[in-house]
């Protein structure tokens, strides 16, 4: 596809925001601004970016990480206490703990003390965050660092994933194609596809594999695709609406949305590949018939397993720049 045809943030913008914020904050001011009107980030243009990817590395620091959110925790606690109920209920407790009982009510009776043990309330809090924080949890959002596939970043989490055993990072190691990662997620997939998809709910597989967008998570949709039931129901919130509770459920083709849905057919169209039906895929998902939707993939099958092989070669043609630096990488 033609690079003109994507919009991409300008790279000044992610400078500016990493310069006038705390490194993780920027990060997420920089998630929050991809949107359809402004476009995505360019991945491969920051990978090599020497000046961003310093930025990007430095939010890894999880001591620095532990660091922020005490600083967060701390501003919110501070600010909880402009409200006077709230500073008083906090200023009881803290005469509590210093066992100071005794000078409760006098104190409470009196703004200027109850102001004057303001600051003393809030060291003692800060030190209780301090001392309850364990900072071994202190995890960044890695969504776009696990997208621009730095190696420093792969070899963090994979170190992590080895110390934090309570923690999972298998989404995480499966974006950069670590094969302990893959091992792990071959086997839960062919287990659901095994069972027809009937243990487990069958969108979270759908969605984790998408949301991947690597050569790996497209060849794994030519295994859910055999799964075959003509109907689930997509589970969604349930809302409240003029005093009636309104469940936005809707059926859907389960082969459908575990392709992936109108997304798949967009990509085969994106990269114009071989697929000759797109028309008849745009007036199926917006007309929402499930049982139409069904017998599209099911007449389809062959042609989208083909089209989807080709979209996997073409995915993994994009991905050699940053694969080529990964410890377990074998040229094929």
């Known amino acids: 596809m033609n690079a003109q045809q994507t919009k991409y943030i300008p790279r000044d913008t992610i400078v500016t925001i990493f310069k006038k914020n705390n490194i993780y904050d920027a990060i997420d001011k920089i998630n ?10 360019d991945y491969k243009s920051l990978y090599f970016d020497k000046e961003i990817k310093t930025y990007f590395l430095k939010s890894l620091n999880r001591n620095s990480r532990c660091q922020y959110e005490l600083e967060n925790k701390n501003r919110e ?9 709230r500073l008083e209920y906090e200023v009881e407790s803290y005469l509590y703990r210093k066992k100071r009982s005794k000078q409760i009510d006098s104190i409470l009776k009196s703004e200027k003390l109850i102001l004057k043990l303001k600051d003393s309330v809030i060291a003692d809090r800060i030190l209780l965050y301090k001392n309850g924080r364990d900072c071994k949890g202190a995890i960044p959002n890695l969504d776009l660092i696990t997208k621009i596939k730095y190696r420093e970043a792969y ?9 934090l055993l309570e923690w999972n990072f298998t989404e995480e190691l499966l974006a950069f194609n670590d094969p302990d ?6 086997d839960k997939v062919a287990n659901y596809v095994k069972n027809n998809g009937e243990n487990e709910f069958y969108a979270s597989y759908s969605q984790r594999i998408r949301g991947l967008n690597t050569a790996y998570s497209y060849s794994k949709l030519i295994d859910l695709i055999t799964i075959k039931k003509d109907e689930l129901v997509m589970q969604a919130p349930v809302y409240l609406v003029d005093g009636r509770m309104v469940s936005d459920d809707v059926y859907r083709s389960a082969n459908y949305q575990l392709l992936g849905g109108s997304n798949l057919f967009f990509l085969l169209k994106y990269y114009k590949l071989p697929f000759d039906n797109l028309n008849d895929e745009y007036k199926i998902n917006h007309g929402r018939d499930s049982k139409k939707q069904n017998e599209f993939i099911q007449r389809n099958r062959f042609e989208i397993k083909k089209a989807i092989l080709e979209l996997v070669k073409i995915k993994q043609k994009e991905e050699e720049y940053w694969m080529k630096n990964m410890p377990f990488y074998k040229k094929k």
């Open 32 to 41: 929050n601004l991809i949107s359809y009107e402004r476009g995505d980030l």
């Open 77 to 85: 606690y501070i600010k909880l206490l402009d409200d006077k109920k």
């Open 155 to 163: 070899d963090s989490i994979k170190k992590w994933s080895k110390e």
């Open 181 to 186: 990662a893959v091992i792990i997620f071959n």
